[in-house]
């Protein structure tokens, strides 16, 4: 992005935007990081780029909360909470996650609210 660095940012695509912000996010090296669909407008070579970059962040003892409507980056949470109209109405770790599909049992039903 160095190359746009004299640009305003009405001159920038979507996904430019969304790198530059969550670049922004990362300039104060938070603890925790509050992550909203951190790859959307991106491509998927950049959505990988920023996961791969969260993944790494976590694994240096971050913590990062995001939210994600893709199951692709979704699945790599340790920990997922699905939300349905404002309530809880799943809570799983990757474990539990790991075990329901290799048993088959992965598909996803919306039942009662967690409480």
Do not use: W
């Amino acid at each position: 992005m160095a190359h746009r660095m004299r640009y305003y940012p009405s001159q920038l695509s979507g996904g430019q935007k969304q790198r530059v912000a969550v670049a922004r996010a990362l300039a104060g090296n938070p603890s925790i990081l509050l992550a909203d669909e951190p790859t959307g407008n991106l491509d998927l070579r950049n959505g990988e780029a920023v996961m791969s970059l969260l993944s790494r962040l976590h694994a240096e003892g971050r913590t990062i909360c995001m939210v994600t409507h893709d199951d692709r980056f979704g699945a790599m949470a340790e920990r997922t909470v699905r939300l349905l109209d404002g309530h809880i109405v799943d809570e799983s770790t990757h474990q539990q996650r790991l075990a329901e599909s290799e048993s088959g049992l992965d598909q996803y039903s919306l039942g009662e609210p967690v409480q």
